[in-house]
């Protein structure tokens, strides 16, 4: 567990290292950018030492996985993210512990949410997943609503009773015109934030960017970075 211990703090302070760089050379602050640590298929043990460390924000992609991660670690002063592509039938799991669900994409999901949301008497946060890879009316290969239907899906949110419209969410997409050119794709979701804090100004958070992309992430005024294998090292498992 030492051995552990040390790895992690050696690998946080790498990426710390990284965002500040990344926000100095943008002329940003650092306390302008969320590092969110991305835990999926490590366990709570994990968890328990990044809390430690002075991580604050952890996300999970699957609820399988999360539900009894996010039990055991329930002492914890941690904010969970939920970030995977989400089924209406584990909403009422997701419910019971993320603060934040960063893949809102469809009608049929809000809904659900707000139900469940009320159900256990909570607030819940709400990201846009932006599928800049998806076709007008479509959806992006892992997921998102194309940048044409943010606005119907972000006055749904902020009429659900239990949701909080937060803000928007993307993942750099691997076809299309932003194949490639992550810093322009983390641009255009700036310009679509920029549109939606016209209607909804709370919806200011902004989450883009992984262990490979942070920096040009930052670089177009992310608020928020999800970052795993650069924390946690390579995964033994994909899923």
Not at 32 to 60: C, F, M, N, Q, W
Not at 206 to 230: F, K, P, W
Request: charged share 25%; aromatic share 2%.
């Amino acid at each position: 567990m030492t051995d552990r211990r040390t790895q992690l703090a050696a690998n946080l302070a790498k990426v710390e290292e990284r965002i500040t760089a990344a926000c100095v050379a943008a002329g940003r602050k650092r306390e302008e950018v969320t590092l969110i640590v991305v835990t999926k298929t490590y366990p709570a043990s994990d968890v328990r030492i990044l809390s430690e460390l002075g991580v604050r924000h952890v996300a999970e992609n699957r609820d399988q996985d999360a539900a009894p991660k996010a039990a055991a670690c329930a002492d914890l002063p941690l904010k969970w993210h939920f970030v995977g592509q989400l089924q209406t039938n584990k909403v009422r799991s997701v419910v019971g512990y993320a603060d934040v669900v960063q893949s809102v994409d469809r009608s049929k999901l809000v809904t659900a949410l707000s139900k469940e949301a009320v159900r256990a008497g909570r607030e819940v946060g709400c990201l846009i997943q932006v599928a800049l890879d998806a076709g007008e009316g479509g959806r992006g290969e892992r997921g998102g609503v194309a940048p044409g239907g943010i606005e119907e899906l972000a006055d749904l949110v902020g009429e659900a009773t239990g949701l909080r419209l937060d803000g928007l969410m993307t993942v750099a997409p691997l076809t299309g015109e932003y194949a490639g050119r992550e810093r322009a794709a983390f641009e255009r979701l700036m310009d679509l934030s920029t549109d939606l804090r016209r209607a909804h100004p709370a919806a200011t958070m902004v989450s883009a960017g992984m262990s490979a992309d942070l920096e040009q992430a930052v670089a177009a005024g992310a608020t928020h970075v999800r970052v795993g294998t650069a924390v946690l090292g390579v995964r033994p498992r994909l899923g």
